[in-house]
C-alpha cells in the first residue's frame, strides 16, 4: 500500500466537498488479489449475499422467476470473508488518513454493520441507485462517519460509477423532499436545482475514494460486460456510538 500524505489542500477539499479521491493509494497486486477473492465468493455465491432482487431499486430483477434473480448487488460481512479483506481494511496508512479526515485524535473503529462488503455490480440486472444519504439509514449519536471504497478496476459512467453532489453534506434537507424510501424526490424544483450540482467520480483500479456519511450519492446501471466491484468500508469514532437495539448495532465494531 502507498503511503498517503494528505496536504491543507486535501483536507480542506474534504472538509468543503464530503469527498476526497486518494489516487494510486493501493497496489495492483493487492487489488488483484482481493478482486480474485471476490470472484470466487461470487461464482459460488458465498454467504451472506445481498442479491439485486431483494431491493426495488430500478432496473433490477422483479420476482425470484425473473432472468437475472440470481444477480449479486453486495457480497456482504467483507471484513470476515477473508484475512485480506481485514489486512486492508485496518492498514495503518489507512488509519492515519481517517485520523487526519476525522480531525480528532480519537480511536476509530470499523462498523461491522454498515458498508462491510465487496460492492458487486454485474451486466445486465444491475440496478440504479438513487440520490440518498448513508446516515439515512444509519443510527448513531452524530452523522458523522466516513466511508472508504477501493475500486478493484475501472469504474466510470458505463458501467456504473458513483455520482457525488459536493458539498451535500452539510445541507439540511426537509424530509417533505424525500420519498418514502428515502430517496431524493427528482420532481421537485429544489431538488432538481440540486442535482444539477452533481459530479460523477470515476476510479482507476487502486483508487480509493473517502466520502462522509451526509454526502448524497447515486449509481447507474453497469452497461458493459464485466462485473464491477468495489470494497467498501466504514468507520466511526470511538464517541460516536451506535444506537442500542438498532441495525446498526447488531455487530461489534472493530478497533484500528
Known sequence: ???????????????????????????????????????????????????????????????????????????LQAYARHHAYRQWATEPALKQVLAELFHSGDEILLS????????????????VTLWHQDNRYWSFDFE??????????????????????????????DTGRFDASLFLRPDLPENKALLRQAKVVELNEGDVLF????????????LTDETKMSAVFTYHERN?????????DKFPAVQL
Request: aromatic letters at 6%; charged letters at 25%.
Open 1 to 75: 500500500m502507498n503511503a498517503v500524505q494528505l496536504t491543507d489542500i486535501d483536507r480542506a477539499s474534504f472538509e468543503r466537498d464530503g469527498f476526497l479521491v486518494c489516487r494510486s493509494m493501493v497496489d495492483l497486486a493487492r487489488c488483484r488479489e482481493l478482486a480474485a477473492i471476490a470472484r470466487e465468493h461470487l461464482d459460488q455465491l458465498i454467504a451472506p449475499v445481498e442479491f439485486e432482487i431483494e431491493v426495488p431499486y430500478p432496473g433490477a430483477p422483479v420476482d425470484p422467476g425473473s432472468p437475472g434473480a440470481r444477480t449479486s448487488r453486495r457480497l
Open 240 to 248: 460516536n456510538k451506535p444506537i442500542s437495539d438498532t441495525r446498526s
Open 144 to 173: 458523522n462517519l466516513i466511508s472508504v471504497w477501493l475500486a478493484l478496476g475501472v469504474e466510470n459512467k458505463s458501467n456504473g460509477c458513483l455520482r457525488v453532489i459536493p458539498g451535500s453534506h452539510k445541507l439540511a434537507i
Open 211 to 222: 466520502f462522509h456519511s451526509r454526502l448524497f450519492h447515486a449509481a447507474g446501471r453497469n
Open 112 to 127: 461491522q454493520c454498515h458498508h462491510n462488503c465487496v460492492m458487486t455490480k454485474e451486466p445486465g440486472y444491475s440496478s
